[in-house]
């Protein structure tokens, strides 16, 4: 079958070729692909800036439908239009996966990063991390179920808004529409800011009822905020997001830069900011994402932008780059 992948180790190398469609173990299934999201981690992969493991297909945002069950999968699988949890396989004995957090078992194993992943026709996951969603959801719209998640361990596990917060949101991306949306699900009265090149996410921001700013165009209200969540990995989007905060107030780190950066380091000291982070998700993350939607406390069709073919990647993964929309998914159909 065809699939996007990345063939080697560097920056590129990516393409779209023939792939093997790989054997389902016991507990695991096979889901036919009817969506996957392109993350800002597949673009990180593409520039060599994320560990990985090629030869493998890429893409680990998926909605797909339960095609094939592995020995010892419960029957009623069969059939199912579902979302799925990322990790193809952890240790489960180290403390983190003990402690409930398998995103931090150093043996942890993802679709889309170290085995064949959802850019494909097919994909083989774990029968264990399979949701399902409501059926008025489109299959473009539920793969957004995945970084949604990412959201909901940022933000809610424990969390970090409470009722009245002033939140800023730094990087008006899927991700940080995303945080925005967590954020006023919790209380919060939110802000998104994103830099002048963002002017069709910030509409989208708008459009969705949150106040918007650019950087460099907007004042910033320095140290007017309860909470800032930095979503854009840049090295001047932390630096606002640092100063935004109140002297004893939270910046919550969710974007990645891919490599070192400079920010204004002794504002943490100088304010006594509660830093805190998150990488990927948990189950508990997961449940929690799929409540949000099935209470229509978050809005994921607005941010589709464009669903195209697997041919078609390269000009997802450009657009996805250069930000013209929100979210590029692609389908293998």
């Known amino acids: 079958m065809l699939g996007v992948a990345k063939l080697a180790a560097g920056v590129g190398h990516i393409d779209l070729v023939e792939r093997a469609e790989a054997a389902i173990p016991p507990g695991y299934v096979r889901l036919e692909v009817r969506a996957a999201g392109i993350c800002g981690t597949d673009l990180h992969i593409e520039a060599g800036e994320w560990r990985c493991v090629p030869p493998m297909t890429m893409g680990h945002e998926v909605c797909g439908t339960v095609a094939e069950l592995g020995e010892g999968v419960d029957g009623a699988w069969r059939g199912e239009r579902v979302v799925s949890e990322t990790y193809y396989a952890t240790c489960g004995v180290c403390d983190p996966c003990r402690?409930?957090?398998?995103?931090?078992?150093?043996?942890?194993?993802?679709?889309?990063?170290?085995?064949?992943?959802?850019?494909a026709p097919t994909v083989v996951v774990p029968a264990h991390g399979l949701h399902r969603l409501p059926g008025d959801l489109s299959d473009a719209a539920a793969s957004m179920t995945e970084p949604l998640a990412c959201c909901c361990q940022a933000l809610l596990d424990p969390p970090q808004v409470n009722p009245g917060d002033r939140v800023l949101v730094v990087g008006p991306g899927a991700i940080g529409l995303l945080a925005a949306q967590v954020a006023r699900a919790s209380g919060g009265r939110v802000e998104v800011r994103g830099a002048p090149s963002d002017g069709a996410r910030l509409a989208m921001a708008d459009r969705l009822g949150f106040l918007t700013s650019i950087a460099g165009a907007d004042r910033l209200d320095e140290a007017g905020y309860d909470v800032a969540v930095d979503c854009s990995g840049a090295?001047?989007?932390?630096?606002?997001?640092?100063?935004?905060?109140?002297?004893?107030?939270?910046?919550?780190?969710?974007?990645?830069?891919?490599?070192?950066?400079?920010?204004?380091?002794?504002?943490?000291?100088?304010?006594?900011?509660?830093?805190t982070t998150s990488l990927a998700t948990t189950p508990a993350a997961w449940r929690r994402a799929t409540?949000?939607?099935?209470?229509?406390?978050?809005?994921?069709?607005?941010?589709?932008?464009?669903?195209?073919?697997?041919?078609?990647?390269?000009?997802?993964?450009?657009?996805?780059?250069?930000?013209?929309?929100?979210?590029?998914?692609?389908?293998p159909r």
């Open 99 to 119: 402690d409930g957090q398998p995103n931090l078992c150093v043996d942890r194993q993802s679709i889309g990063t170290h085995v064949d992943g959802a850019f």
């Open 235 to 275: 090295a001047a989007g932390i630096a606002d997001a640092m100063r935004a905060v109140r002297r004893a107030g939270t910046l919550v780190q969710i974007g990645l830069a891919g490599k070192d950066v400079t920010v204004p380091y002794d504002l943490l000291c100088l304010k006594e900011l509660r830093v």
């Open 291 to 331: 409540r949000l939607i099935a209470d229509g406390a978050v809005a994921l069709e607005p941010l589709v932008s464009e669903v195209v073919a697997l041919r078609d990647f390269r000009h997802a993964f450009d657009a996805s780059r250069a930000g013209e929309g929100v979210k590029f998914v692609l389908d």
